[in-house]
């Protein structure tokens, strides 16, 4: 039943666009060696999504003073750890911040932010929800079911 | 799988992004690479200086403890391109200038598609481009320089042979595209090294002629002595 559960909720985050083929990529990169790589790299995505998230509000805050170039330096790295991670949707959204930035849009900036801030919450919540269904998964005796997207 | 004999490709890694930091280690260990990480170029070179003082000039050495001396060897460097401070450019730039490290195969990284970007990186020397994220299957681009370190370890040990066994030169079994004839004494390590560099020219992506002939590798089997 946790099974079926689980491919379905995983085909869903795929078609709904929450992730990418990225994601994909990481779960080859886990096995016995490195049993928790998946959830220890996007644990540090999420790390770093509080981090830059927060360096951003904090310059956007300086109204009339803001510091664009800390801003485009800041959702580039964030840009590139959702890449690196299969974070489909967040990394759409950074695009579009990126551009606010470029053009100095000031509050197409402080409304991409703030749904940059919402997405990566909404993913973390997923995310802990797939990795729940995985350990009840191993905790009844049962094995990850490979998912073909 | 018990082959303690055989030190393993080492790879140093330079990514200031803990998150791609974490992903390039695991890419590279899935890869059977040995990988250390750093954060900046600083670091690196740093890494690479230190690695280097511990190196032993001694010769008597390799034959002793040849295997502890290649551990620290630095087999190939990767860096992502955009990194604070030292870019990924500089790195390169400073590691083709010098003299200890320059034979060194280094690979960029970047998130971005620019062509200027990406020939300038060939052109200083780079080996490889990999565009982000980089994936399993872009690092088996890399394959034919791990093949030639394990090679030239093999060769190692038929030399460590040889000298316990006082026969002449060795004839190695393993005739390979590099043309190695054999492997040369430490020292020498570093000339085939470049020679292997110039002569794999498959993975390059750009169109430039290293002009170095083969015959340079013959020229220098004859002047490679037998005792070690």
Known sequence: ?149 | MGMAAESQFHVLAVDDSLCDRKLIERLLQKSSCQVTTVESGSKALEFLGLRQGLQSNDPNELSTSPHIHQEVEVNLIITDYCMPGMTGYDLLKKVKESSAFKNIPVVIMSSENVPARISRCLEEGAEEFFLKPVRLADLNKLKPHMMKTKLKNQKLEEIEEASKDETALVEPEIKDSTKIEILPLQQDLQLVQQEEQTLCTNNKRKSMEEGISTDRALTRFDGITTTV
């Open chain 1, 1 to 149: 039943m946790e099974k079926r559960q689980f491919r379905d909720y995983t085909i869903s985050l795929y078609h709904q666009g929450f992730l990418d083929d990225q994601f994909t990529e990481l779960k080859k990169l886990q096995d016995e060696c490195s049993p928790d790589f998946v959830a220890e790299v996007v644990s540090l995505f999420f790390e770093d999504c509080e981090k830059l998230i927060s360096n951003m509000a904090r310059a956007l805050d300086q109204t009339g003073n803001v510091d664009y170039k800390l801003v485009g330096s800041s959702v580039h790295q964030l840009k590139g750890s959702s890449s690196s991670v299969g974070a489909k949707r967040v990394k759409g959204l950074c695009v579009t911040l990126k551009e606010c930035c470029d053009s100095q849009n000031y509050e197409g900036c402080v409304r991409c932010l703030q749904q940059v801030d919402i997405e990566y919450k909404s993913l973390k919540g997923k995310l802990q929800d797939l990795f729940n269904l995985e350990q009840q998964i191993v905790q009844a005796g049962g094995r990850i079911p490979q998912v073909d997207i």
